[in-house]
């Protein structure tokens, strides 16, 4: 494992440091709930700031210059979300372009995908979703259900997707269908681009626990798909997925530096407590504070596969099963820590309701990218060559 950064990578998280010091709005730096009138209020304020960012090429710092990146490796990629966290920056919101479109399109894609939509993504001027999980098809995705049928120069396809999250505002999506009826499993199925905005895609949100809305039901009812939206070869598209799901897990920096200042809001929370008498929650924060430490090491490890080149491999799994479950352990603690008020929501809450938000937040955390079940199942049969 390599502990140093490059002075490449270290002058740019200087000059990032100092960007975000300008120009991170104040009401997000306090550690309190940030509120918006709606989600759509929410949404608009986000998609302006990553216009911001990637005005000063600050989004997607490791994807090449040709499409607004930096041609930075890795490192800077991993020292941008670092220091996005630390500085409590709101988030990138066309993420699900950024870190799953971008690079599946960049290794598939035709060129005229490539110039078509890469440039946009970073900007925000297009928003994307992902279009895989169905009713039935989650952790066993080849399952699924919705059909693509070549007609001409189009597909036709019809189906229904959900937990799509940002379907409400994307202006395109990734696709999986079966193409080839005949088939089962993997084979046959293929990797399209939805137009979201084309006549018979409808899209309904779902509310959380939360109180939000960021995913949704999609349902496709012969939508037409230029034969163009293919990616990569007609009844391959399994294999194209594999490269969005792998660029799903990977290293988690944000997490690792939401979960440090995590960890700060548990010390300042139990020392109170201790303070007033209330609570002694000495062994449950060193706790936390050794786990978070265990994840620093886990993603520094994977961070120093990928700058040599090397495929990450399953071991995304163990950092995407450690993160999750670290955090759901955190926030119980964190809960409990604030006592009587922790499950409080606006101005007398403690944060304003943030912890308390989070906390409900992050039950997802152990379902979305792969839930842990499927992580242990990956790490049981690749990792440790256990049998089936
Ligand atoms: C916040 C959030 C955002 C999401 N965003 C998107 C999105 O944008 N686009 C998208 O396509 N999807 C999205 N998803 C969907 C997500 O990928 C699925 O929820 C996930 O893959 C699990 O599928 P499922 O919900 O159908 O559960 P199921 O697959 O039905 O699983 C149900 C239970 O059975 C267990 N299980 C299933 N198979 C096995 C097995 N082989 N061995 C042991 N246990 C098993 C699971 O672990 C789980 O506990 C999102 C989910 C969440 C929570």
Known sequence: M???????????????RSWLADNVPAAFTTGDAVEFASLDEEFS????????????????????????????????????????????????????????????????????????????????????????SEPGAGSDLTALRTVAVRDGDVYRVTGQKVWTSWAQYADFGILIARTDPGSAKARGISYVIVDMHAPGVEVRPLRQMTGSSEFNEVFLDDVRVPVANLVGEEGRGWEIAQTTLAHERGTSPRQLVIHRMLLEDLVRVARERERAGESDLRQSVAAAAIEVEIAKLNNWRTLTRLVRGEPLGPESSFIKLYWSEMSQRMHDTVMRALGPRAALRGSDAPTRGRLAESWLYYRAASIFAGTSEVQRNIIAQRVLGLPR
């Open 2 to 16: 390599d502990l140093t950064f490059s002075t490449a990578a270290e002058e740019m998280r200087a000059e990032l």
């Open 45 to 132: 304020f986000l998609r302006d700031w990553q216009a911001k960012l990637a005005r000063d090429r600050w989004v997607g710092v490791h994807w090449p210059e040709a499409y607004g990146g930096r041609g930075a490796g890795a490192e800077a990629s991993y020292i941008f979300q670092e220091e996005m966290a630390r500085a409590r920056a709101p988030e990138v919101i066309n993420r699900i372009g950024v870190n799953l479109v971008g690079p599946s399109l960049m290794k598939h894609g035709t060129g005229a995908q490539k110039d078509r939509y890469l440039a946009r993504i970073l900007t925000c001027e297009d928003v994307w979703c992902q279009l895989f």
